[in-house]
């Protein structure tokens, strides 16, 4: 380092092993590949801090700073999938991404896809390598949902809007080649908790009764309370 004293040079040495501390977080080795979690923790981790500067900076909030971090993971590097036919519709005012495998002709099952990301990160066009992932190995429509975030919509709207969703696309089937006896609803973490919603309320809710019935439901790590976390998994995985 050119020009830097010994102090200097110590200065910097501390400051990258305490970046590196603060980013490291271990697994045990018992978790389901510790060393790729490790680093997926880390580079959220510098999400966080470069948000934090970001706002410090009067660029933007540090929430939507993180946001644009987040989305662009998933995208920026992805050539999308040959067997996967994409196409960005509209269904009663909410954006969804539907993806249709090209690989099989005809009437196909339908799954309706909630995104994680805390109700606030993330969005259906970040998830396409995920979702189109899913399209292609069970062969089925999916509809990816483009709920409305928080923290600018308040408690409901993401929940309205995948229900209004889920009915649509239950009712609408037949316009998409899709078989409305093989509808499921799938979402990973908070998508999970959109999921267990919105299949409550079909099931809850005597004027949505004449709906087919899900056919499935794919809860991927979903959030159902807060209360307590230390429930048998977090106690032996740390
Ligand atoms: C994020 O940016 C949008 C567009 O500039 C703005 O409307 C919104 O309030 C911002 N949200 C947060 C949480 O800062
Ligand atoms: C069912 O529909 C009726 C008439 O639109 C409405 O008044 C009622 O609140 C609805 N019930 C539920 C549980 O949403």
């Keep these: 380092m050119h020009g830097c004293s010994p102090n200097c040079l110590f ?21 389901n590949k510790p060393w790729k979690q490790s680093r997926i923790t880390a ?21 939507n700073i993180s946001r644009k971090l987040m989305s662009g993971i998933g995208t920026s ?43 606030v990160f993330l969005n259906a066009d970040s998830y396409r390598p995920f979702t189109e992932a899913l399209c292609e190995s069970t062969e089925a429509v999916v509809a990816s949902v483009e709920y409305r975030l928080a923290p600018e919509n308040v408690y409901r709207a993401a929940f309205d809007d995948c229900v209004k969703n889920t009915v649509f696309f239950l009712r609408n089937a037949e316009k998409y080649n899709v078989d409305m006896n ?11 908790n959109l999921a267990m919603a919105v299949a409550l309320k079909l099931s809850d809710d005597p004027n949505l009764s ?6 499935v439901q794919g809860l991927i790590y979903p959030p159902f309370q807060f209360f307590n976390f230390r429930l048998p998994s977090y106690i032996e995985y740390g």
């Design 11 to 31: 200065l910097v040495a501390i400051l990258w092993v305490s970046v590196a501390y603060y980013l490291y977080t271990p697994f045990p080795e018992t978790a």
């Design 77 to 119: 590097i992805y050539a999308g999938n040959p067997n996967v036919q994409v196409e960005k519709l509209i269904f009663v005012g909410v954006d969804v991404v539907l993806c249709r495998p090209t690989t099989k002709l005809g009437k196909l099952p339908g799954l309706v896809y909630f995104h994680g990301g805390g109700w």
């Design 210 to 215: 004449a709906l087919p019935h899900l056919a």
């Design 43 to 63: 580079v959220f981790k510098l999400f966080g801090i470069l948000s934090s500067i970001g706002e410090t900076l009067k660029i933007d909030s540090a929430t």
């Design 182 to 192: 093989k509808i499921g609803i799938a979402g990973d973490s908070v998508g999970g």
